[in-house]
């Protein structure tokens, strides 16, 4: 399957991530969805995860909101991992086209 991150033909997981950055008196909640190889995957951990421990906690809302948001990535990344490694172990449904060989060819090389 495609990633809708970087584009690659890789085995990927659905799977999403939110973040929250806390401003005093507001705060600014940001979220992903979507299909990501491993290396994606890792990437928008981070990229949402380490925001929201580190600022997460400056606003009131955002205060209450962090510990769950950082549980939430925590898990929702160990799935996709678990995903990631189920699809590896899986072999596909299809055959490459150069494993084909038709019957004709397959005659005349004997």
Known sequence: MQCQVCGA???TAKI???GIIGMIVAYRYFYIKGAMCKSCLHKKFVEYTLPT???GWLGLMSLMAT???VAYNVVRYGIGLVQLRESRTTRPAFQHPSQ???AA???QGR
Do not use: I, K, T
């Open 16 to 18: 999403s991530f939110a």
């Open 9 to 11: 033909m890789r085995p």
């Open 67 to 69: 510990p769950f948001l």
């Open 53 to 55: 421990v580190g600022l």
């Open 105 to 107: 060819v397959a005659a």
């Open 100 to 102: 084909f060989q038709p």
